[in-house]
């Protein structure tokens, strides 16, 4: 059980994985406090976790503060000896212009660092994610892990990669050249699924949702590394608290990757009836090209076509001691909480 002294500041509440992140904290005995973007949000929070039958409700407390503006974040920060910083522009369609994300999620983050330093806060986890390894290679690459970065300068990379991967790095920088005795660990999930808590969810789970209302007329050839958010919040905490994180960046992954064909298989296979409209056969490629046309969302995912990456969460089993639920496991929780929730 934690200090009960000890607070800990998750930015971003109201996301899927923030609030999983408060949810852990809370039940862990930290007090809580979250970076919220308007307080009139703070119900919406309180709902989730009420859902997610979360325990110490009482031991949590809003703030709100903007990643695009200063205001609110340095009394936020003030008294927290830990600091997830889980919050970054993640929207469903690209933005008009790649500045609109990158900007928030750097400098919101080195906003975070620096406040965090000043304040004495031992150690910052910044949320970043598999954004920030696996793309704009122009060579192949075996097996992705911690080692390997993004270029996002190569071919490929979207504005929300970008992002991701630029963010991370200037953490890094900050940390080596500014931090003074400030630690920062990192977590980089791969398509974060699980339980959702309600209608508000992150855009990862849209896959889900789309097998099994049947917006897809067949599977597009597409793969992704799967995560259970409950690992990842889990994780988050590991790499809070672990003197062994201090430094690292941890894969947050339950490999192997899934193509959609097999998510929509599992699911037609474990719910029956209830996946009845989840495809069983590849989309042509060509028609995922036409769906791209009116759906900014799928023309994020096309430079992916056909790829099978091979990842490795070796580090965060090996040196943290997190053993993540099977992919299969996740895809069925989102499936099954949809469904729940009536929001299929
Ligand atoms: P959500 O969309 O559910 O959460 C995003 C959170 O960031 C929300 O709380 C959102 O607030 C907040 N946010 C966005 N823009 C701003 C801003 N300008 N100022 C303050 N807060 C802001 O997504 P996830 O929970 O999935 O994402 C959380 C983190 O995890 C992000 O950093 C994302 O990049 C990362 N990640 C997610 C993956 C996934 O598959 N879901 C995979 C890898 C990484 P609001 O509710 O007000 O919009």
Redesign the pocket.
């Known amino acids: 059980m934690a200090d009960k002294g000890e607070l800990v500041l998750v930015?971003?509440?109201?996301?899927?994985?923030?609030?999983y992140c408060i949810f852990q904290c809370l039940a862990a005995g930290y007090r809580v406090r979250t970076?919220?973007?308007?307080l009139k949000?703070e119900n919406d929070v309180k709902k989730m976790l009420e859902e997610g039958e979360a325990t110490n409700i009482d031991r949590l407390s809003f703030a709100e503060?903007?990643?695009?503006?200063d205001d609110g974040w340095k009394e936020a920060i003030e008294g927290c000896t830990y600091v997830l910083?889980?919050?970054?522009?993640?929207?469903p369609a690209p933005p008009k212009h790649e500045d609109d994300l990158i900007i928030?999620?750097r400098e919101?983050t080195l906003r975070v660092l620096r406040l965090a330093r000043d304040a004495g806060v031992k150690r910052v986890v910044v949320?970043?994610?598999?954004?920030a390894i696996g793309y704009g290679h122009t060579k192949k690459i075996e097996v992705y892990d911690e080692k390997t970065w993004t270029n996002p300068d190569g071919p490929g990379p979207s504005a929300?990669i970008k992002?991701?991967a630029i963010a991370e790095r200037a953490a890094w920088d900050f940390i080596e050249k500014e931090g003074g005795a400030l630690e920062l660990s990192t977590v980089?999930?791969?398509?974060?699924?699980g339980p959702v808590l309600g209608p508000?969810?992150?855009?990862?789970?849209q896959i889900v949702q789309r097998l099994l209302n049947g917006s897809f007329p067949g599977a597009p050839n597409l793969s992704f590394g799967v995560?259970d958010?409950r690992d990842?919040a889990d994780l988050h905490l590991r790499a809070m608290t672990d003197p062994k994180a201090k430094g690292e960046r941890f894969l947050?992954v339950s490999p192997p990757a899934m193509t959609i064909l097999e998510m929509s298989l599992a699911l037609r296979e474990r719910l029956g009836k209830a996946a009845k409209k989840a495809p069983t056969r590849i989309l042509p490629n060509i028609v995922l090209r036409l769906i791209a046309v009116f759906d900014k969302a799928v023309s994020l995912v096309l430079p992916e076509l056909g790829e099978i990456k091979v990842m490795s969460n070796d580090k965060a089993t090996g040196v943290l001691g997190w053993q993540p639920r099977s992919n299969v496991d996740a895809i069925m929780a989102t499936a099954e909480s949809l469904i729940k929730y009536d929001l299929v």
């Open positions: 930015t971003g509440g109201t996301g899927f994985i923030g609030v970076t919220i973007r308007s949000r503060a903007d990643l695009s503006k910083h889980v919050a970054s522009p993640f929207p928030p999620a919101g949320t970043s994610s598999f954004a929300y992002s991701k980089l999930p791969v398509g974060v699924f508000d969810f992150s855009i990862s789970i995560v958010v990842v947050a």
